[in-house]
């Protein structure tokens, strides 16, 4: 095993032992609205006042605990692009330099997780974080020379004359925003054994370092875009999955066909991959066809659902592809829409609607 791998599982080891030790945030909150039930309930049966004083006072204690705890005050506080100090190691002399820079991230890698975040928030803040772990980063001007987007912390794209004052997370992505969250509240915090790499195909390099762990779908659809950036269905599906799509139905929309997962993990290597049989990218009719949805009010968690691509693909197909965008355009004009739309449970049920709509 080489030592990259070693110090991924680490990390991982590293994060769930700490789970084990310090209190979720969400697990301190829920102690404190039982305990402020309790006190609810204490007081409407008139229990003895000693009781109940001492309820309130479990109850005053839990609020100081979550108010004090590291995540709560970190998550408060609006990140913004500062600069922060990185402990930059030679890969060479091992030679300690710092080097204030902005965090920047690549865009298409893999979707930030709020809770690994909050999680290094409370090993950093007790002091339990294992410095021996690299966080790897590239030069932001590097990247845009290449023709990648990056974009600060806090999702901007990094105008042309400001990216030399960035460095790209390329691993340590959780850890680097828990150090820059951490800096927010006042404290000082440098991110220590940072290592610079110059990778020429930075979604491979992004690949291999997270073989460690399972990836979703998701994961692997908005990584395979960042490989092939020249793609317009995986990197126009990594967009929509931000907009919270899911990936699955997106595969439906663009193409009639869910992409396979042998698909999917042949883009995540660079390599020609094939659609299903019966499959046709069509990058404008998809668009289309979520531009109508959400202009009838539709929202994108129920979009995602595969009812409403089911259905319009079933109408388009029992009438033309013409007739049922043009009963899509008509939805928003159904009375009680709303409800509607939310009763939609299957194919046949947006069928249903479309044909009202058409009347």
Request: aromatic share 8%.
């Amino acid at each position: 095993m080489n030592n990259f791998v070693k110090n991924q599982k680490e990390v991982i080891n590293q994060v769930e032992e700490v789970k084990v030790n310090v209190m979720d945030l969400i697990e301190l909150k829920k102690k404190l609205a039982k305990a402020r039930k309790d006190l609810t309930s204490l007081e409407n049966k008139n229990m003895n006042p000693a009781v109940i004083e001492a309820q309130k006072k479990i109850v005053e204690e839990l609020e100081v605990e979550v108010a004090n705890h590291p995540e709560m005050k970190a998550s408060e506080i609006k990140v913004k692009p500062d600069f922060i100090t990185f402990e930059v190691v030679d890969g060479d002399t091992y030679q300690k330099t710092e080097v204030s820079k902005k965090l920047a991230f690549v865009e298409n890698n893999r979707p930030i997780d709020s809770k690994k975040v909050g999680t290094f928030i409370s090993i950093i803040s007790d002091g339990k974080y294992e410095k021996a772990y690299p966080v790897i980063v590239i030069p932001a001007a590097s990247l845009v020379e290449q023709g990648y987007t990056v974009k600060d912390i806090e999702g901007k794209p990094i105008p042309q004359e400001e990216v030399k004052d960035y460095f790209v997370v390329l691993d340590g992505q959780h850890r680097s925003i828990a150090f820059a969250r951490i800096n927010a509240t006042g404290e000082t915090r440098v991110i220590p054994n940072v290592r610079i790499k110059e990778k020429e195909n930075v979604g491979e390099y992004l690949v291999d370092i997270n073989r460690v762990g399972n990836w979703n779908t998701k994961d692997k659809i908005t990584v395979a875009a960042l490989v092939n950036k020249e793609d317009e269905l995986l990197n126009v599906m990594a967009k929509r999955m931000e907009e919270g799509f899911n990936p699955s139905t997106l595969g439906l929309i663009y193409t009639k066909k869910k992409l396979s997962d042998k698909a999917t993990s042949l883009a995540l290597k660079g390599e020609e991959y094939t659609l299903p049989q019966g499959a046709e990218i069509n990058i404008e009719r998809g668009n289309k066809f979520i531009t109508f949805c959400q202009m009838a009010g539709i929202e994108v968690k129920d979009i995602t659902k595969r009812y409403f691509i089911e259905g319009f693909e079933g109408y388009s197909s029992a009438t033309s592809e013409e007739k049922a965008f043009e009963a899509l355009g008509k939805l928003g004009s159904l009375e009680d829409k709303a409800k509607k739309f939310k009763a939609v449970k299957s194919g046949n049920d947006f069928i249903t609607l479309l044909k009202k709509a058409s009347k």
